[in-house]
Nanobody, 124 residues
Framework: QVQLVESGGGLVEAGGSLRLSCAVSGRTFSRFAMGWFRQAPGKEREFVASISWRGTHRYYHDSVKGRFTISRDNANGTVYLQMNGLKPEDTAVYSC?????????????????WGQGTQVTVSS
């Protein structure tokens, strides 16, 4: 059973930056793609970013391209989401996600497990 523990959320002014971290345990981290999703109040959960198991492919929601960067540290079993140029519409609970199968590229449909999430609030 994979465990996903997020950290790094908080309150930031528009234009600011945050870096989210997700510590993964319970599986061989380096074999799995990883991703980030978010859910704002009253809205459906949406895909934000993902990285393939080898780290060679990255995918982003159009709304965060050029502002957010996903990365991974296989030695420490951690995936990061660097968020720059934050906007009030980025306010949401951000959750780390993992696919059920190894050796995938990280397409949004692959993800089946999510962490509890960390709150990100961007003030205008």
């Amino acid at each position: 059973q994979v465990q996903l523990v997020e950290s790094g959320g908080g309150l930031v002014e528009a234009g600011g930056s945050l870096r989210l971290s997700c510590a993964v345990s319970g599986r061989t981290f380096s074999r799995f793609a990883m991703g980030w999703f978010r859910q704002a109040p009253g809205k459906e959960r949406e895909f934000v970013a993902s990285i393939s198991w080898r780290g060679t492919h990255r995918y982003y929601h159009d709304s965060v391209k050029g502002r957010f960067t996903i990365s991974r540290d296989n030695a420490n079993g951690t995936v990061y989401l660097q968020m720059n140029g934050l906007k009030p519409e980025d306010t949401a609970v951000y959750s780390c996600a993992a696919p059920r199968q190894p050796y995938t590229l990280g397409y949004a449909r692959e993800f089946g497990d999510w962490g509890q999430g960390t709150q990100v609030t961007v003030s205008s």
